[in-house]
């Protein structure tokens, strides 16, 4: 049937059909120029994040191990040139005594997103601890994995100070000694009996069981009845009278 044989209703038909078939290919065109720019949005995020951030991040090709992409600050950190990194296998970082491979990595990974200690080999030959952080990503049609790092030098320095400062604390307190608990001293001589049912005099205890040391000294009361006792030694003596 050619188009002078359609009645004018099927021509109706056919043309509100080719709107509508119009209208749809609009929002189809619409809806992909929606995604593109939400993508793009997507990008350009990542993109501010990736460059600027003050952690290191790499990202690494899944399959073969090798780095696709890494930001300054790694460069920065690890200290290697720009874009000396890129197609490297990631064990580069590491020293040469580290057994971290890529199957461990990637097993540690999907288990669960992996966060641990690992030393790392700076461009110039010192080896440091930093913070690891890795999980899988999508990446241009297949996953890749998304690395961060961080130093944690100055952390570690840190913990190692307080350990040290706390030792001292345990070492101090494990010298010093402590007189407590009800003490058998005699009423008369003031000997202290010890432990092994010996009498000693009270400074010698202190001193074996403190910190405390001694100073001989005389108290008002004392000096006053030796100079009595003096005196009237002399007395007795004849040392005191006059002829």
Known sequence: MNDKDKTKDQLLSELAELRRRIAQFELTEIKSWQAEDALRELE?????????????IMIIDSKSGRILSVNQATYRILGYG?????????????????????????????????????????????????????????????????????????RLQAEEERQNLINQLQEALAKVKTLSG????????????????????????????????????????????????????????GHGSTS
């Open 82 to 154: 720009d874009k000396a990194l890129i197609g490297n296998h990631f064990s580069i970082l590491f020293p040469p005594a580290c057994k971290l491979s890529r199957q461990d990595l990637l097993g540690k990974i999907q288990t669960h997103d992996a966060v641990f200690t690992q030393k790392f080999l700076h461009a110039n030959g010192p080896v440091f601890q930093m913070d690891l952080t890795a999980t899988l990503i999508p990446w241009r049609n297949y996953k890749a994995i998304l690395v961060t790092f961080r130093d944690i030098t100055e």
């Open 182 to 237: 009800l003490l058998p001293i005699c009423a008369s001589c003031k000997k202290i009996r010890d432990d092994k049912g010996y009498w000693n005099q009270i400074e010698s205890y202190i001193r074996d069981h403190s910190e405390a040391e001694f100073t001989h000294s005389l108290c008002p009361e004392c000096a006053k009845k030796l100079r009595s006792e003096l005196k009237q030694y002399h007395n007795n003596s």
């Open 44 to 56: 350009d995020k990542f993109r501010v994040v990736f460059s600027n951030s003050l952690d290191a």
